[in-house]
């Protein structure tokens, strides 16, 4: 029992949503390029034009038809100048309704059928070509699927039934049946075949659109993956060959080889900076230079990228320009993800570059700390006076840190320290080991 109500319970459910979807169109109203509606106006006008001639020609006309063996009755048919009105109105109005059969094709075969029952029987002709295409175009355009299924029989039965034993529509009733019915069959299959092709053109484009949005975001990070990059080597190398050049001016007088010694780390920063460019510039020129080369050719293996174990160099290269710097690192140190690495370097030299521009005299410190769970890189310092190229700085920097980061799930945390200073705080998740 409760297996067949629960079956009952289903066709009354499938019922219901039938009824409340008959009335919703299966599609989009359709509309038409300039191009169809100037077509459908031709094919109006051309109806309109040889029916009207039509009535023209059979107006006051007497017409015998033999209805039996040596009996023949008269077929009234409409005469005089009412009749010849009647008549063009009925074709004007039958084929000039053709013009909007693609906007509104019900409402168009509702009209057609009108004017074909309202003909005469004498001359049915004046609307019945008018009612096949208004047929066809209600199965092809109407968006209304159910009303449509509905109408159109009501129509050919209306216009098919219409004529008597002695003044058919055709010579046979049953001939009209035979070609609409047929006729609204294909229209139909032709309906759903158009809009499987329409659906799958675009869907087609829906799949070109996300290709090319997705190529689009990644050219994007790409760029921004270059521009990043770019920013730290450049910003840090130049800004500590900056202050060390300046200090060379300064002492070059008064203490030549001091001045040399700080000529030498302008040296070794320009030589570092030129090294992590050409790194930055192999990673982009690798892949296009390898098209085309044998194995054996392809010997241009950029360097590594920097990584926590040259941390003491690059607070080494600080240090040289007057800085004092301590580091740290607490927790035993494991081999992690190229990338994690990079960007905790790149954390340690974006902090150190803004304390070298921003806070000169003062001192920093760099924690690295490895925790079961997560890496944290902080970098404090104690304040200082702006240098000369503090007023340069765009705070694109930390917005690229921030941006590095977030592809580890990791955070940034920057801003002032309460005893004074400043402090940029990494906080990177790693994976249990």
């Known amino acids: ?44 006008l051309a109806l309109a034009v040889a029916t009207v ?55 168009v075969l509702c009209v057609v059928t009108a004017a074909t029952l309202a003909t005469p029987q004498s001359v049915m002709r004046l609307t019945f070509y008018a009612f096949v295409i208004a047929v066809y175009s209600a199965a092809v355009y109407s968006p209304y699927r159910v009303a449509t299924l509905a109408a159109l029989p009501v129509s050919v039965v209306l216009v098919g039934t219409s004529g008597n034993s002695v003044i058919p529509i055709v010579p046979h009733h049953y001939i009209a049946l035979l070609i609409l019915v047929p006729m609204a069959v294909a229209a139909v299959g032709l ?117 926590l174990d040259q941390l003491e160099t690059l607070v080494g290269r ?28 790149r954390v340690v030299q974006e902090a150190l570059t803004n304390t070298v521009k921003h806070a000169r005299g003062a001192t920093a410190a760099v924690t690295v700390e490895y925790g079961p769970e997560r890496l944290r890189v902080e970098v404090t310092d104690t304040g200082g006076q702006p240098g000369a190229g503090a007023a340069a700085g765009n705070g694109r920097g930390l917005i690229g840190l921030r941006e590095r980061l977030a592809v580890h799930d990791g955070t940034l945390r920057t801003g002032r320290r309460l005893t004074g200073g400043y402090r940029v705080e990494a906080l990177i998740p790693l994976e249990t080991p």
Do not use: C
Not at 7 to 15: C, F, K, P
Not at 59 to 84: C, D, F, T, Y
Not at 256 to 281: D, K, N
């Open 53 to 107: 001639h039509y009535g023209i020609d059979n107006v006051n006309v007497v017409v015998m038809r033999e209805i039996a063996p040596g009996v023949e009755i008269v077929v009234p048919r409409p005469s005089g100048p009412g009749g010849l009105a009647y008549m063009v109105t009925l074709a004007v109005v039958a084929s000039g309704a053709l013009a909007l059969r693609r906007r509104y094709p019900l409402a």
């Open 191 to 307: 309906r759903t075949w158009k809009l499987r092709t329409d659906e799958g053109r675009a869907r087609l484009l829906a799949l070109e659109r996300e290709q090319a949005e997705a190529l689009r975001r990644a050219v994007e990070h790409g760029r921004a993956r270059i521009a990043r990059e770019l920013h730290d080597v450049v910003t840090h190398n130049v800004s500590v060959m900056i202050i060390q050049a300046g200090a060379a001016r300064k002492i070059m007088k008064a203490s030549p080889e001091q001045a040399g010694e700080a000529l030498l780390a302008v040296e070794a920063g320009g030589r570092a900076a030129m090294t992590e460019l050409r790194h930055v510039m192999g990673l982009l020129t690798m892949a296009d230079e390898g098209e085309g080369r044998d194995t054996a050719d392809s010997v241009a293996v950029p360097a590594p990228q920097p990584g």
């Open 318 to 345: 600080v240090r040289d320009t007057g800085l004092p710097v301590g580091l740290t690192v607490t927790g035993p140190p494991r081999p992690l993800p190229p990338g994690l690495e990079l960007a905790a370097y």
């Open 1 to 44: 029992m409760t297996d067949v109500r629960t079956t009952l319970e289903r066709l009354r459910e499938a019922a219901r949503r039938t009824l409340r979807e008959a009335g919703l169109p299966s599609g989009p109203p359709l509309r038409p390029t300039p191009r169809a509606w100037r077509f459908d106006g031709l094919v109006a």
